[in-house]
């Protein structure tokens, strides 16, 4: 006859190899590759009430960020344990265990043994959200890559094809002016030449943004205060702001510390973000300019309350020629024209949009430190 004692023995040791089990199983969960992390996490709490002394009773609950996940459609009871899921001192979340009452009998208490269980399995959720934190991290630079290398490769073709493009343009426009110096010439012929020179300029200022994308105007750079740009420069695109109802708020860091920097090129990052903005709000709305330095760097922000974009559209937004607007709205080089100064000063561009509710582009320049 067994005493009551190896029965707990044994008992325990059951337990306790369905403990490992658990762990076991999750620790094989979690290394799967191409598993979604919403999956391995279902997964992961699926298994869990099968190591609960009361596997029938018990339900499990999971929230990390903003993923919610239960075993059952109501999971819950009287008696519950719990484990927060903590990543880098962060408390992302918990994992909650919870027996309901049996049909007969009193609602069994958790053992230790098990709250101890669920803190392991929370570690091991915690590394699981670390490793997909990685994955993201890293597929998003491998995207920002692509990005840079396509925008290279552009960037190239624009500059030859500008090069090649100018020189004719030069003779056409000579030739036509060569023309409508002489005298004594046919109304009509003088019209038409005139239209010539006029679309000839113009296509030289297509030309000349698209060098300015590719690169090929080097920046003439000085010590510039920003925040002079900002306030003198959008002067006069204020009056066209306040018929169009749109309001002008500026948030100018005092004593903001100079960039080295080009000051027409960045005066023309200005222009070409805020002729967007105002674009973008024809019902009026608000622009905001602001600067402000953190860290080493300084932020020059433009933002609006404008129709904003969708994903789709911010993904395509610096390639050159890309445009949802008519073809006497815009060319599709504003903002390729931006990408293009921002680099050749060594800068960074963040961008932030939601249909509907506006859009803000950040920049980043470089503390002058000399
Ligand atoms: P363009 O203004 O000539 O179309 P840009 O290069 O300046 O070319 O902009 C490209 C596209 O990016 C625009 O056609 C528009 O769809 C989108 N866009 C740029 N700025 C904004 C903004 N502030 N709000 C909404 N959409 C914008
Ligand atoms: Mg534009």
Do not use: W
Request: aromatic share 4%; proline share 5%.
């Amino acid at each position: 006859m067994k005493t009551d004692r190896a029965i707990d023995t044994v008992g325990a040791l059951k337990e306790r190899i369905k403990e490992l089990d658990c762990l076991y199983q999750i620790s094989d969960i979690a290394h799967q590759p191409d598993l979604e992390l919403r999956e391995i996490l279902s997964r992961v709490i699926g298994i869990i009430p099968a190591a609960m002394q009361f596997p029938e009773l018990s339900s499990v609950r999971l929230s990390i960020d903003e993923i919610n996940l239960s075993t059952r459609a109501n999971a819950g009871g009287e008696i519950s344990i719990q484990a927060d899921v903590v990543l880098n001192y962060l408390n992302r979340g918990r994992i909650e265990a919870f027996y309901s009452k049996p049909q007969q009998g009193k609602v069994p208490a958790f053992l230790p043994e098990e709250e101890r269980l669920l803190s392991s399995i929370a570690k091991q959720v915690s590394l699981v959200l670390e490793r997909a934190g990685i994955e993201e991290t890293n597929s998003r630079l491998q995207e920002q890559l692509r990005h840079a290398d396509r925008l290279a490769t552009i960037g190239q073709l624009a500059a030859g094809i500008a090069h090649e493009i100018n020189e004719p343009l030069a003779t056409i426009l000579g030739y036509a002016q060569l023309i409508a110096e002489e005298e004594e010439l046919p109304d009509q012929v003088a019209k038409d030449v005139k239209k010539i020179t006029s679309a000839t300029l113009h296509a030289r200022e297509v030309i000349k943004k698209l060098m300015l994308f590719s690169r090929q105007v080097p920046p003439n750079k000085v010590a510039l205060d920003l925040n002079k740009i900002l306030s003198e420069g959008f002067y006069f695109l204020e009056s066209r702001c306040e018929r169009q109802g749109i309001r002008v708020v500026r948030q100018l860091e005092p004593d903001l510390p100079p960039i080295t920097a080009d000051p027409s090129q960045i005066h023309q990052i200005m222009v070409n973000l805020a002729v967007n903005a105002m674009q973008a709000m024809p019902e009026g709305g608000v622009i905001t300019l602001s600067t402000r330095k953190v860290n080493d760097h300084i932020e020059m922000g433009i933002s609006d309350t404008g129709i904003g974009m969708n994903k789709e559209v911010l993904s395509k937004i610096f390639i050159p020629f890309f445009t949802t607007k008519d073809i006497d709205q815009g060319t599709g080089l504003g903002l390729s024209v931006v990408h293009g100064i921002v680099t050749s000063h060594n800068g960074r561009i963040e961008v932030q949009s939601e249909p509907g509710k506006g859009t803000s582009f950040l920049i980043f320049f470089e503390v002058d430190n000399d």
